[in-house]
């Protein structure tokens, strides 16, 4: 599935993340830290999000964070995804007023989301009969055998229709840049790697890209964040990635909707913002520290692409602050 650069008329996506106790912090930051980044990227808030528990009572995460529930599940509005959030405890929190919550709430949500045993809690319900899931990897033998009419897999991240589950913490992260890539565009998944230094830009399992050609682009990618201030020449990243240049291009428009050279473009204009926002150099030493010759020339491309000059973006950022 070829992904779009950019989307411009992205709708508001309401979130509702159900905690049971002893989560995983982990988890739950992969989750939420993502799609926050995504709201501060974009100047506005895409992803809105609430806490939720059974009964509405505070949660304690799996090291002891207390978390203040938002409300309680039954009283759980309509929402475009619902994220089901346990770790350790699954077979405790598995029961009759449970499974009757999650069915109820399943009316109610466009999307489920089962996190790390999550899933468990999902089958328990009736939620996956019939479909393909995964869950974490310490229990999913036992997952196999208690539920037969689930196709188990071990997976990372498994969708199933209107279905979502995931394995665990890393791969929770996984699971919301795909999201934020759905809804946002390639341009803006990328520019979350870079807020969160992730630095392998696509996902293990990728919307059926071959591993040879995820890895053609992961080291372009690299080579591209290693080398803003004196950039390379596609000819030069398509060496360092080890196939030919049309071959490289093919794979970017795949993957990105994009050529290289627009990716590596975003990539050190990425940069350029984030200097003019955190540092007070002028803006002719950040252009030359993301890869431009003259101010001028990265001054109409920042214009270009924030809809501002640096300058104008720079004073806007430091009175907000």
Known sequence: MMQEWTKTDAATVSINFLLFDRFSNMCLANCLEPIRAANTLIGREIYTWRFL???GQTVSSSSGLPVLSQGKL???????YLFILTSYDYHLHDTVQCRKALQDSARKSKTIVGL???PWLMASSGLLEGRRATLHWEIIDSFSEKFLNIDTVRHRVVKDGNRITCAGAMSAFD????MIEDHLGSSV???VDAMLLRDYPLPAQNRGIRSGARSTLQ???AAMQANVERPLTITEIAKIASCPPKTLERRFRAAFDATPGKVYRHIRLTVARQLVE????SISEISLRSGYESAASMSRAFRRR???PPRELAQSYRSAR
Do not use: P, Q, V
């Open 219 to 221: 080291r372009a990618i």
């Open 278 to 281: 955190t540092t007070s150099l």
């Open 53 to 55: 528990s059974l009964e």
């Open 74 to 80: 039954s009283n759980m509005g309509h929402c475009d």
């Open 306 to 308: 924030f809809g501002a």
């Open 116 to 118: 790390d045993t999550g």
């Open 175 to 178: 699971l919301t840049r795909t």
């Open 189 to 191: 998944a990328l520019d």
